[in-house]
């Protein structure tokens, strides 16, 4: 459910295997998307560069984690709401 919304707000994501989190590619700084989130959308995502080692950081740099354990109403809200924030229509 959160990984198919992501996919139809525009972002890339790695699916989950067994976890309640689903990796999004933002296609830009993680850090300042994810501090601007929470206004802009009402949603919030942890930049995955907050779980690396300074030697990965770079590589992460573009990465945001969404928690999927939530209601599905709220995930649904959720990704509309990401979609808006990106531009598309789902």
Request: aromatic share 8%; proline share 4%.
């Amino acid at each position: 459910m959160l990984g198919d919304g992501l996919r139809a707000a525009g972002f890339a994501i790695s699916p989950p295997s067994a976890t309640y989190f689903t990796v999004a590619d933002v296609d830009d700084d993680a850090v300042a998307f994810c501090r601007a989130l929470p206004e802009r959308a009402g949603v919030v995502g942890i930049p995955l560069t907050a779980f690396a080692s300074a030697a990965h950081r770079e590589r992460y740099a573009t990465l945001v984690r969404f928690a999927a354990c939530k209601r599905i109403e709220v995930l649904e809200e959720a990704a509309d709401r990401l979609a808006q924030l990106r531009g598309s229509t789902r």
